[in-house]
């Protein structure tokens, strides 16, 4: 079957990355067949569901893309070595979270999936296999990769295919957001490509070239292309974390931070992008990536830049502490008996992923006061708020419209910017809330007037 196809692509990990990315490979490349291979049983199943509103990423577009290209050139399983045997090119797109344990915990980034990914790459590849490094990463596992693969000839038994086996290395970093990942995919700003040889580095571009304008694509060398996934997502994090330090200014001297964003962003120099004040940067990759940054600055001695960077992440953390306390103390300094409802859980509008979500430490923080939770997210899933909290709190209540959250409440903490908020009967939700009603808006989202105008009071953060 796999005679009509011109390459055969393997890809390691049917996560937010390798899912979508294979999906929009497979669509612009129906030459090539895609394999997306995981070790998630459940997972893979959900890929393979006859009813596409269950796949397991929700992602604007790529259903659509699926329902064209599954079971065409697009598969997804559980046969890691079989795909891996068949395969002229290889992503690596698994994931990298902080080590939790041992030297380098709570900092470092816990390769042991690219390990274990690797290893089975040495095993299983035969002939010339191109490993493309799609997951994010420290710059120089290249060279771990390398010794990984290269030492395969050392543990199998050598026979003929083990003679004809050799491997490329290629860092292709991904930086598609959540929410967006289609669009992403289809009309990247750059595609990274970095390398050792020629061959290789022309492989995965034409790879891209299928749809990605050649002037878009970059090559670079190895570790240039693996440090700028790093400092890509640094970058991106500290403009958050700037503007959400000049919110806390702007509560205190009557500036309003959204004209303060305006103001400074039509500055082409610095532009408009990424100034949006909120709750601090969540999802699954921003801590975990600076603060693997600042390991590997302290690694190589460069304190300093370390202590620079992870600023960005305390200050993080600082904004979502204040936000918690800013809530307690309107609410009279206290939560004790008092129902708060939680208006978004995903960590940004349009996913469902919860990864590092702000609204999870700032609902910690409202619990421990003693406050009853009840949340609404459209997207997210009842078991995936539930889990987030320990066993023992029973003060957590999920509801499947905002309405029912705000029943009782005494307060609204908008979290998360669904674009449904807007257009929620906000008088209808006053109506059914207990008095003085609060409605705490930390993405500075909703029409402020309106809401007081309705009877609310209303704390809007940055303003
Ligand atoms: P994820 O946790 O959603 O998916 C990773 C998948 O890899 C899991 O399903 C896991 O079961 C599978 N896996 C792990 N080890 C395996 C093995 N040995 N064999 C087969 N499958 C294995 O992670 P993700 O969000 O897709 O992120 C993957 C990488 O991409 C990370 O390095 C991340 O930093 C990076 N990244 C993520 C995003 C994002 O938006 N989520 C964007 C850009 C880059
Ligand atoms: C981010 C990057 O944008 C991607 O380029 C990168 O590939 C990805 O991380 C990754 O490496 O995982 P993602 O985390 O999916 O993508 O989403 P973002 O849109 O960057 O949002 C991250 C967080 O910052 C969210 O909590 C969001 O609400 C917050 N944010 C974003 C703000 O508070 N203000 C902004 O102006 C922008």
Redesign the pocket.
Known sequence: MENKFTKNICCIGAGYVGGPTMSVIAYNCPEFIVNVVDINKQRINAWNSNDFSKLPIFEPGLEKIVKKCRDRNLFFSLKVEECISEADIIFISVNTPTKTKGIGAGFASDLKWIESSARQIAKFAKGHTIVVEKS?LPVKTAETIKLILNSSKQNNKINEDTHKKNFSIVSNP??????TAIEDLQNPDRVLIGGEDDYSIDVVSDIYKNWVDPDKIITTNLWSSELSKLV??AF?AQR?SSINSISALCEITGANINEVAKAIGSDSRIGSK???A?PG??????KK?ILNLVYLCRYYGLKEVGDYWEQVVDINQWQQRRISSLVIKNLFGTLSNKKLAVFGFS??ANTNDTRES?SINISKDLLQEGAKLSFYDPKVKEKQIVIEFDKSVEEIFINDTALKAAEGADAIIVLTEWEEFNYLDWKKIFDVMRKPAWVFDARVYLDKENLKNIGFKVWSLGT
């Open positions: 994010t991904e930086f598609l957001a959540e929410g890509a997502n991106l958050i990424f100034l949006k909120g940067f969540g999802g699954s990759c921003f990536d960590f940004k702000p």
